[in-house]
């Protein structure tokens, strides 16, 4: 069964940092791109950031470029995102995301309050 599962999430202050990790299993992880999104309260689920099957490639939303930075490991089948200079916009659930096959993590809370 293919399953993303996203840890990390949690509240911090704004300015602060967190590491969201994204561990996949059943595919053929180093064979496809992966992405993550959020979407906030009464928001559409929005790109966050993209990052190609070898991480070669990596593209971000003009919002979070700059603070925001995708890697992966593909021997562990993990991707991450290091969040940096959280602002309480940056507050969403995170989903990871494989945008070619359309699989999906369940998402992790992230909260950026004083």
């Known amino acids: 069964q293919v399953q993303l599962v996203e840890s990390g999430g949690g509240l911090v202050q704004p300015g602060g940092s967190l590491r969201l990790s994204c561990a996949a299993s059943g595919f053929t992880f180093s064979s496809y791109a992966m992405s993550w999104y959020r979407q906030a309260p009464g928001k559409e689920r929005q790109l966050v950031a993209f990052?190609?099957?070898?991480?070669?490639?990596?593209n971000y939303a003009g919002s979070v470029k700059g603070r925001f930075t995708i890697s992966r490991d593909n021997a562990k089948n993990t991707v991450y995102l290091q969040m940096d200079s959280l602002k309480p916009e940056d507050t969403a659930v995170y989903y990871c995301?494989?945008?070619?096959?359309?699989?999906w993590g369940q998402g992790t809370q992230v909260t950026v309050s004083s």
């Open positions: 990052i190609s099957s070898a991480g070669g490639t990596k």
């Open positions: 995301n494989a945008p070619s096959p359309g699989y």
